[in-house]
């Protein structure tokens, strides 16, 4: 009888969806041979229909632009009760209280929650989700401009976990709780605002039309970034580093060379660095290094601007993790990207000849920066403690996927070898998990039945426990 109704509800879903492609198809055939014959009669009579679906995303879109328009205008063009920018921040207008971090920090608790569902660490990832909803309702609170250079990287984030489940949940999950939790505090904490629009535009689009909900994000981003550039200059380093992220992001729309980057970010980087603090140099050098890199096979220069970085923060890193007073702040964010990169420029192998021939890949270089990480991040706060695992898982998959050469040992030495390593750095893992704060997901621990046979291994327990999880969500 289930199945019968599941049956029925997917034609009649499949019905629905024929029948809107034959009304777009109908509209546009429309609006093109009937609009021609009509222009011929009457000049200044001209009939498009381009469907009533495509013409609501436009809408919601026409919506985001205006708002995000009205709240930099309200914030940087109020009068004597503007904000302004100085070299690195946003400051207040007069007896008005300074930034907080609060949206860096939701960020970063966004990016955490990315690298438990990826590791599938599902019970820890639901305790971080409260912790990021605690982060909203404190950055709500003072919301300031620091809100419109973080909410698009979250967005981005969001949209990007991973939805693996055999159960009908929605694309995009993950980034429609957000909105929605973002929508409620927003409107109890502002009313009818423009933060509140910019949110339920974003909303409307993600339950009527999910398909263009990325290019929507991807527009939004590039005006807020063409609406801030205007009022504060477009040569400013947070404008630059918001540039930055949407170049990442939306590779297929935006794009910015390495010769312009480095034009631009020079004069940062060397024309006042004797005044800056340890901690201010690491985030200038970190937005740098973050515009000038790519995802693989980087050229030298920056390899060797993130060497230096790496060997910077490194000392600090670990003198404060001896201390046990390591947070994950600027110079940590620093050191975790600078290493990254390292790392991973040792671990490739180039595909072209003449740069194959200049570097080889040295992977035990690559698996001792990974470990001094692990060793520094262990001792830090949570966002250290997820970031240290999120390492180590990614060093085992490492080591049992880039086989060293055997050299003189035979071939089962060097199998059992590798075994040994992949099974301490598993070890190490767990080790690490149990220091991250967790959850219980709450729900039916029901066993899926295959066959008649109730399937306890641990893989379909972690399934089911996914699937609870993202049932949460939509609650």
């Known amino acids: 009888m289930v199945e019968e109704r599941r049956r029925e509800r997917n034609k009649h879903e499949k019905e629905k969806e024929r029948r809107r492609q034959l009304q777009i198809e109908s509209g546009n055939r429309r609006g093109g041979k009937r609009g021609h014959k009509e222009r011929c009669v009457g000049r200044h009579i001209t009939e498009v229909n381009i469907g009533p679906f495509l013409s609501t995303v436009y809408l919601h879109q026409e919506e985001l632009f205006h708002a995000i328009d009205a709240l930099l205008h309200g914030w940087f063009a109020a009068g004597g009760r503007s904000w302004s920018a100085d070299t690195r921040r946003f400051k207040p207008p007069p007896n008005s209280p300074d930034p907080t971090e609060a949206w860096q920090l939701v960020s970063d608790q966004v990016a955490s929650v990315y690298m438990l569902v990826e590791g599938q660490l599902y019970h820890h990832a639901n305790f971080m989700l409260g912790q990021v909803l605690a982060g909203l309702r404190v950055a709500a609170r003072v919301c300031d401009p620091s809100f419109i250079v973080h909410f698009w ?39 009818q605002h423009p933060l509140v629009v910019i949110v339920d535009s974003l909303l409307k689009v993600w339950a009527s039309s999910p398909r263009d909900l990325k290019a929507t994000l991807g527009l939004g981003h590039w005006k807020a970034i063409h609406t801030l550039g205007g009022l504060v200059g477009s040569t400013h380093n947070i404008v630059l580093n918001m540039g930055a992220h949407c170049t990442k992001i939306w590779k297929s729309k935006f794009s910015a060379s390495s010769t312009l980057v480095e034009f631009l970010y020079q004069p940062l980087l060397t024309g006042n660095a004797h005044d800056l603090e340890a901690e201010q140099m690491a985030e200038v050098s970190l937005n740098y290094l973050f515009a000038a890199s790519k995802e693989k096979y980087n050229e030298l220069g920056v390899v060797n601007e993130a060497s230096q970085l790496l060997t910077q923060t490194r000392e600090i890193c670990r003198e404060k993790a001896h201390l046990h007073t390591l947070q994950y702040d600027s110079v940590t964010r620093a050191f975790v990207f600078s290493l990254e990169l390292v790392a991973t420029h040792h671990l490739e192998t180039w595909k072209q000849p003449e740069q194959k021939q200049n570097k080889q890949p040295d992977r035990e270089l690559s698996y001792k920066y990974m470990g001094e990480a692990i060793e520094i991040l262990q001792y830090g706060d949570l966002q250290c403690r997820i970031r240290a695992t999120s390492f180590s898982k990614r060093l085992s998959t490492w080591i049992k996927g880039h086989r060293q050469k055997t050299g003189n040992r035979p071939k089962n030495v060097a199998i059992e070898e590798e075994k040994k390593k992949v099974l301490q750095e598993k070890a190490r893992t767990r080790e690490l998990v149990r220091h991250i704060a967790k959850e219980p997901i709450k729900g039916s621990r029901r066993r899926r039945l295959v066959r008649g046979t109730p399937r306890n291994s641990p893989r379909d327990g972690l399934a089911v426990t996914r699937d609870l999880l993202l049932a949460s969500l939509l609650v």
């Not at 489940?165 to 009313?191: D, E, N, T, V, Y």
């Open 153 to 191: 990287t979250i967005c981005h984030v969001l949209s990007g976990v991973p939805v693996r489940s055999r159960g009908a949940f929605p694309a995009s999950l993950w980034l429609g709780w957000f909105l929605r939790h973002l929508k409620q505090i927003f409107s109890s904490a502002f009313g």
